[in-house]
C-alpha cells in the first residue's frame, strides 16, 4: 500500500501537491489553495467550483505565480487571506497582484486583486475566472445581468454550446438548493461566460475580457487593473449562525442501474516515431489484444513511405482492425492530395480497414471573434476522399477535441464514423480538476449524439498528456515531471492515478455506445510501457497496462450500469459476456480510501462480505454470485 510520504506510485512524481487550506464563515466553505478558492459551498452544497485569478500567457499557458507575505487569518465566523502573487514574463518582464479575501458569516464573499506592472506585460488574459458547476446545474435556470444594466432569464445550457452563452455580464444568480440562492458579481471590467465542457472541464467559465477582443494585449506599464468578485447567498429558511457541514463519511452505496449495452472495442494509437518500438513490443501487443490499432500519418510532419511501411509490419503482426488517421495538408487541392496518399499506401503495401481524413488546419481551434483559417469545404475533402478511398471505410471529424467538432461540424451523412479525441489538462493539471473532467464525458457524448443521432461514433486517442495544442503554438516541455497544463508529457499517465482515470473514462462513456475508445499508445509518452527516462525499469508495463487489458478483453461483453451514491469518488458498472458470471469493476477516482457497501450485490469468493475498501486511486473487479 503507499503511503502518504511516498506518492510515487500514485503520481509518477514525488512533487507533492500542497493540501489546500480549509476556511469557513457560518455556512459559507471554501479551499484556499495556490493562491484561488476552490469547490466553494454553502451547508455542504456546491455553490462555485473555483474563484482564481489567472494570467495567461500567448500560448494560453497558465503562469503559476510566486506567492509572497501569504496571511491567512481563520477566526470563529470569519476568514481573511492577503498576498502578492509575482509573475515573470518574457524578456525580464514582470507583473505584481495584490489580492485580499474575506468572508463573515452572513455577509458577501468577496476576492478583490489589483495588478501592476512596471514594465508592461504581454498577456492573452489576465483576470478573474469562476467556475459553476456542472452536475445538477446544466439546464437549470439562471438570471443574467449585463453590463448595461439589463437582466435576462435565461438557463444554463444542457448541451454544450459551441460560443459563449452569454456576454457582457455583470452578476449571474443561480439555485444552489430548492432555498438557496447564489449571486456572483463581477466589477471592474466585462466579462462573458463559455461553455467549458467543450474541452471536458466540469464547469461553466466566466471569464474577464471578451474573446473578441485582441489577444495577447499588453498591460501598461504603471497602470493599475482592479478588478472584484462578490459572491452573495440568499438562505430563505433561517438566518442563524451555524458551522459549515463536515464532509459524509458514510460508506458509498451501490445499486443497480437501468442503462446497459456493449463494451466499445479497445484502441491503440501508433504514430511514426513510436513504429519501431511498437513492432519491438509486438509479444505484449498479442497480449493486449486491442480490436483496433490507430496509425496516425501527417504529411506536414515530413511522414512518408517509410512511416506507411512500418505501419504495414505491424498490421501484419496484429490480429485486430487497423485505421489510418490522416492530417490532410489541404496546400493543393485535396483530390490530389488523396490519390497521392493512396499511391504511398499501394507502394507501402499497407491496407487500413478504415480511414480518418480531417484536414490539417483544423487541429487548431477558432476562437470567438477570430478568422476561420483558409480550407476547402468538408464536403470536398470527403468528396475527394471517397474518391481515392473508394473501397475502404472513411471516417471524419477532428483529431483534435470535441470543441472542434463542436464548432466546425462535418457532413456526416457520407461518412462511416465520427471521431474526436479529448484532453484533461487543457486549462488545469492539479489532481482534483484532472479527475473532474470526468464528469463532463456523459455531456459531450450526449452533445454528440444531439447533433450526429446514432452515427457509429469513436473517441480517441485521449491521455492526460497533450498530443497537440489547438490553442498555442506548441504543447509544453515539462523535463521535471510536474503537473503542467498542456504539457506532452505527464508522470500521472505513469502511475495508479493514470490506470484509474482510464477505468472512469471508460465508465463515463459507457452509454454513448462507443464503437471504439481509444485511451493510450502501446510505446512512448503516452504508452503503457515504460521509457528509458523512468525509474522503473525499461519495458515494465505501466499501471494503465491493466486496465486497457481488461477493457480489451471486455470489448463485446454486455454491461449494465451500476449506481454510486457518490460519483465523485467511486465510479462502478457491471460486465457479462456469454457463459461467465457478472463482473463488477469498481474504481476510486480520489486521493483518499472509500469504504464501499455493496448492498445487494454478493461475490462469489467472499459471499459474506458486504463491504469493500479502495484505496486510493485503485482499481478493483470481482465476480458476483447470480
Not at 494570467?55 to 509572497?68: L, Q
Not at 495584490?98 to 488574459?125: C, D, K, M, P, Y
Request: proline content about 7%; charged content about 20%; aromatic content about 8%.
Amino acid at each position: 500500500m503507499t503511503t502518504e510520504s511516498d506518492p510515487f506510485e500514485l503520481y509518477g512524481t514525488r512533487e507533492r501537491e500542497m493540501p489546500p487550506v480549509r476556511l469557513t464563515a457560518g455556512r459559507l466553505a471554501a479551499d484556499f489553495k495556490d493562491g484561488n478558492l476552490r469547490s466553494i459551498c454553502y451547508d455542504g452544497a456546491e455553490v462555485l467550483r473555483a474563484v482564481s485569478y489567472l494570467v495567461r500567457d500567448r500560448d494560453w499557458g497558465t503562469y503559476a505565480p510566486d506567492i509572497e507575505d501569504l496571511q491567512i487569518d481563520q477566526r470563529d465566523n470569519a476568514f481573511f487571506v492577503s498576498y502578492l502573487a509575482r509573475c515573470s514574463g518574457p524578456e525580464n518582464t514582470e507583473l505584481a497582484i495584490n489580492v485580499q479575501i474575506r468572508a463573515e458569516a452572513g455577509e458577501a464573499l468577496t476576492f478583490e486583486a489589483e495588478a501592476r506592472s512596471a514594465t508592461g506585460f504581454e498577456t492573452n488574459r489576465c483576470g478573474f475566472c469562476i467556475l459553476h458547476p456542472i452536475v445538477g446545474v446544466a439546464g437549470m435556470p439562471v438570471s443574467v445581468e449585463h453590463v448595461d444594466g439589463g437582466r435576462e432569464s435565461t438557463h444554463f445550457p444542457d448541451l454544450i454550446e459551441p460560443w459563449q452563452p452569454f456576454k457582457d455580464m455583470r452578476a449571474i444568480t443561480h439555485g444552489v438548493t430548492s432555498n438557496v440562492t447564489a449571486e456572483c458579481r463581477m466589477e471592474g471590467d466585462t466579462f462573458e461566460m463559455e461553455d467549458q465542457r467543450n474541452w471536458s472541464d466540469a464547469s461553466y467559465k466566466t471569464y474577464v475580457r471578451p474573446l473578441a477582443l485582441p489577444w495577447p494585449y499588453r498591460i501598461p506599464a504603471g497602470e493599475p487593473m482592479r478588478q472584484r468578485i462578490v459572491l452573495s447567498i440568499g438562505d430563505m429558511r433561517r438566518a442563524t449562525v451555524t458551522p459549515a457541514l463536515v464532509a459524509d463519511e458514510r460508506p458509498i452505496k451501490l445499486s443497480l442501474g437501468e442503462t446497459s449495452g456493449t463494451m466499445p472495442a479497445i484502441g491503440l494509437i501508433v504514430t511514426p516515431e513510436e513504429a519501431e518500438a511498437t513492432l519491438a513490443a509486438r509479444g505484449l501487443l498479442a497480449e493486449i489484444a486491442p480490436q483496433e490499432l490507430l496509425f496516425h500519418f501527417d504529411p506536414d510532419a515530413g511522414h512518408g513511405i517509410d512511416a506507411l511501411k512500418s505501419f504495414a509490419a505491424i498490421a501484419a503482426v496484429h490480429a485486430g482492425r487497423s485505421t489510418l488517421e490522416v492530417a490532410l495538408p489541404c496546400r493543393l487541392a485535396p483530390l490530389a492530395e488523396a490519390q497521392q496518399i493512396t499511391t504511398l499506401m499501394h507502394d507501402a503495401g499497407f491496407k487500413p480497414d478504415a480511414i480518418v481524413v480531417s484536414p490539417s488546419v483544423d487541429r487548431q481551434s477558432t476562437p470567438p471573434g477570430s478568422k476561420w483559417p483558409e480550407c476547402p469545404p468538408l464536403e470536398e475533402v470527403y468528396a475527394a476522399a471517397h474518391a481515392a478511398f473508394p473501397h475502404i471505410r472513411l471516417g471524419g471529424g477532428m483529431l483534435s477535441y470535441f470543441t472542434e467538432l463542436n464548432r466546425k461540424r462535418v457532413p456526416a451523412d457520407t461518412l462511416g464514423f465520427v471521431t474526436h479525441c479529448t484532453n484533461p489538462i487543457v486549462h488545469a493539471a492539479d489532481d482534483l480538476s484532472v479527475m473532474q473532467t470526468l464528469e463532463a464525458l456523459p455531456f459531450i457524448t450526449r452533445s454528440v449524439r444531439a447533433i450526429y443521432g446514432d452515427k457509429p461514433y469513436r473517441i480517441g486517442p485521449s491521455t492526460i498528456p497533450m498530443r497537440q495544442n489547438p490553442y498555442g503554438s506548441r504543447t509544453m516541455d515539462n523535463p521535471h515531471g510536474s503537473r503542467i497544463a498542456m504539457a506532452n508529457t505527464d508522470p500521472r499517465h505513469n502511475a495508479r492515478f493514470g490506470e484509474a482515470f482510464a477505468l472512469g473514462y471508460a465508465a463515463r462513456v459507457l452509454d454513448a455506445g462507443l464503437e471504439c475508445l481509444t485511451l493510450s499508445a502501446l510505446t512512448g509518452p503516452f504508452g503503457l510501457i515504460a521509457g528509458e527516462k523512468e525509474p522503473s525499469a525499461t519495458g515494465a508495463t505501466r499501471p494503465l497496462f491493466n486496465v486497457v487489458s481488461t477493457l480489451s478483453r471486455l470489448a463485446g461483453s454486455q454491461w449494465r450500469e451500476c449506481l454510486s451514491s457518490d460519483q465523485t469518488a467511486v465510479l462502478s458498472f457491471i460486465t457479462t459476456r456469454p457463459g461467465e458470471a457478472r463482473q463488477l469493476h469498481l474504481v476510486n477516482i480520489t486521493a483518499a480510501s472509500q469504504q464501499i457497501q455493496l448492498g445487494r450485490f454478493r461475490l462469489l469468493e467472499q459471499p459474506g462480505n458486504t463491504r469493500l475498501t479502495l484505496d486510493a486511486y485503485s482499481t478493483a473487479s470481482a465476480t458476483l454470485m447470480d
